[in-house]
């Protein structure tokens, strides 16, 4: 009986993929969850695993761009491959094969029981990356709560994995001691094994298998330079950048699997040669154009005195992709920013009066955040478009309200979203800020949690802004910037009295919210911010 191996989904926006190695061979004997090819889409690589014991017969060949759902090998049942050597001298002959990379003494040793299988029996679990969301492919392991070694119970935190979008605990799925497998500060694709917990009586060399996988060899051989398939190869996306901007991949270092050349470096390479004074980096080597002596900076310049040193930190998942996003942003919309200026002192009259009492009721703090919150739900009333969405072709109007407030938090700036705020009371706008404002700084936001809101707010003012051009939180079209409260002297009634006053900045999208509709928002908040009580009364 035949089992049929398909390219599984991978991504929501993800359609084909490419078949960029074979980790076994045609005719090997592979076990349950084995590692046996390696897939490659132009945002990810993958593994793929086999999904039962057998022989594998390869359908699709390296290099092969494939759809998702396309079939890429079989799996024929071989019944107990195990204790085929048992039987005659000759069996035993074509096992080696198997870990034709890895350097076993002798081929009497590379029988399939040693082939690095999942640990699954004995007492001992493999712990693996799970799925942590739909568009989510690798995580990075940013510290072990656990060290290596140590009894954990079931269902304890071993683990904190990092995403793009969060952060995420990895508990033990039973109780026994922990084997660390991956490190701090790896990156991991989804269904990756981090380490191994084993019962009672389970060897802990288990788990070193695993880094004797014909992957791992071949990058080992040669002192760390053997050349293999994929070396100098670029991916679908890094080869469409290289051909759009001329460059040959070549003259390009890859640093991906095995010196596969990766989008990011078709991007560096894409700088570099813009550049022709900056110095290129071609396979390793660092050529630098010709200096003449006049070029050169003079010997006598003065040294500078005192400590010099520089410190570097790996960009976590997070800040990477902010700083996508925030990038994308720029380049895909035509963004704009009306400012206007609020008289804060009937709201701060009013907080003053109340305060007390309303903490003593209801338990919070009477904030800013909930009259600007209920100011600007009540003026997306009057003008929809400025909470509305492109999708495609299309514009998407919503008709409630669903306002991200923007949190610094420990690991970068992050937007909860406070679900129907337009229904809400100030008090229950007050505690969701809270609530959100804890599970940020303690990292514990899911992604329920950051996903899906119309419009954003953004306070600077805590930090000390005055003034500032927020950038819209895609794919949202607005967001409203508050600033710092400074008295200043204005014109009340034909006389100059001081007030505390606070600059409004609205950042919107000029393809679908014009300037009649943004200023027109912006003058509606402030008007229900200089008097709170048509709050109350809608008007």
């Known amino acids: 009986m035949s089992l049929t191996i398909k390219v599984p989904p991978v991504g929501e926006s993800i359609t084909e993929v490419t078949l960029s190695a074979w980790k076994k061979k045609d005719g090997d004997t592979v076990q349950m969850d084995e590692v046996i090819a390696e897939l490659e889409s132009d945002k990810a690589t993958f593994e793929l695993t086999a999904e039962k014991a057998g022989v594998l017969k390869i359908v699709a060949a390296e290099g092969d761009t494939l759809a998702i759902g396309a079939t890429v090998g079989t799996i024929e049942e071989s019944g107990a491959p195990a204790a085929a050597p048992k039987e005659s001298a000759p069996a035993a002959q074509p096992q080696p094969q198997v870990v034709a990379n890895a350097p076993a003494p002798a081929p009497v040793e590379a029988t399939p029981a040693a082939v690095p299988a999942p640990v699954t029996g004995g007492g001992s679990l493999q ?20 060290k290596d070694g140590d009894t954990v119970a079931m269902d304890e935190a071993i683990a904190e994995l990092e995403s793009d979008k969060a952060t995420f605990e990895l508990t033990a799925e039973k109780a026994g001691t922990l084997k660390t497998i991956a490190k701090e500060g790896d990156v991991l694709p989804i269904g ?301 009634n034909g006389q100059v009295v001081i007030r505390p006053m606070m600059y409004l900045a609205l950042s919107y999208d000029h393809r679908i919210i014009d300037g009649r509709e943004s200023v027109s928002f912006l003058v509606r908040v402030k008007q229900l911010l200089e008097d709170p009580a048509r709050l109350l009364l809608g008007v």
């Open 127 to 146: 712990v693996k990356v799970p799925t942590v969301g739909e568009s989510i492919t690798e995580v990075t392991l940013s510290r072990w709560i656990k």
């Open 192 to 492: 990756a094994v981090v380490c191994t917990i084993e019962g009672a009586g389970a060897a802990a060399p288990a788990a070193k298998p695993v880094d004797a996988s014909p992957a791992s060899s071949v990058a080992q051989a040669s002192n760390g330079k053997a050349t293999t398939y994929a070396s100098g190869t670029p991916s679908p996306a890094a080869a469409k950048i290289l051909a759009e901007k001329g460059v040959e991949a070549s003259g390009v270092s890859g640093t991906g699997v095995a010196g596969r050349i990766t989008k990011a470096d078709a991007i560096l390479a894409e700088k570099v040669s813009e550049n022709p004074q900056a110095p290129r980096e071609i396979q390793g080597t660092v050529a630098a154009p010709a200096a003449k002596p006049a070029d050169v900076a003079p010997k006598a310049a003065p040294a500078a005195t005192g400590a010099r040193s520089d410190r570097r930190e790996k960009m976590s998942s997070l800040r990477k992709t902010v700083a996508k996003r925030l990038v994308a942003v720029k380049n895909e919309t035509a963004m704009l920013t009306t400012f206007n200026e609020v008289d804060m002192s009937p709201i701060m009259e009013i907080r003053s009066k109340y305060k007390d009492k309303f903490k003593e009721k209801h338990g919070v703090g009477l904030g800013f955040m909930s009259f600007f919150t209920k100011a600007v739900c009540e003026a997306l009333k009057d003008w929809p478009a400025v909470g509305a969405r492109i999708e495609g072709e299309e514009v998407v109007y919503s008709n409630f309200a669903d306002i991200s407030i923007a949190v610094s938090a420990p690991k970068g700036l992050v937007v909860p979203v406070i679900r129907n705020a337009e229904s809400m009371s100030l008090a229950e706008i007050e505690k969701a800020v809270a609530a959100l404002a804890v599970k940020a700084r303690e990292n514990k936001l899911t992604l329920e949690e950051m996903t899906g809101g119309t419009f954003t707010i953004t306070n600077g003012g805590v930090f000390g802004s005055m003034m500032s051009t927020p950038i819209l939180n895609s794919p949202q079209s607005a967001i409203l910037g508050m600033h710092n409260i400074i008295e200043r002297p204005v014109a009340v």
